[in-house]
């Protein structure tokens, strides 16, 4: 996506970073991204790669070089741990037994309220500033 200027400056984000020309306005702006697609992306690369023999000639990411790969997981296994760490879920919840199990060890009651953002939202505004790979400046 792309973002102006005065959205870098408000942001605090660095001025030198990659230019884009948005092909729809002509207008000169920054490419950037949100972060919660990039940690969608690093969940289901994590998810490939737990079934690797089944992704790994599809293409995309998980059908690079395997160092290449381990590093690719280890970033993401590390930008997820400081989201979870960062956003820090406080919901409490308890634990249960439940007999008709058959088992008397407690389970995890995980029907925990929680607050969440509108994800719509969140997508409808950054399709909304979507360009292409293409439109570098």
């Known amino acids: 996506m792309m973002i102006s200027r005065e959205e870098v400056d408000r942001l605090g984000l660095s001025p030198d970073s990659l230019k884009i020309t948005d092909p729809k306005t002509g207008k000169v702006g920054y490419r950037a991204a949100i972060e919660v697609f990039h940690q969608l992306h690093c969940l289901n ?77 969140i997508r409808d505004w950054a399709r909304g500033r979507a360009v292409t790979w293409d439109d570098n400046a």
């Open 45 to 121: 690369l994590l998810r490939q790669f737990t079934w690797k023999e089944y992704y790994e000639n599809d293409g995309g990411d998980i059908s690079a070089g395997e160092e290449d790969v381990r590093h690719h997981v280890d970033h993401c296994l590390e930008t997820l741990r400081m989201n979870l760490m960062c956003q820090a879920d406080i919901g409490v919840f308890t634990f249960k037994i439940y007999p008709e199990l058959g088992d008397d060890d407690p389970w995890p009651e995980f029907s925990t309220l929680h607050t969440c953002r509108n994800f719509d939202g």
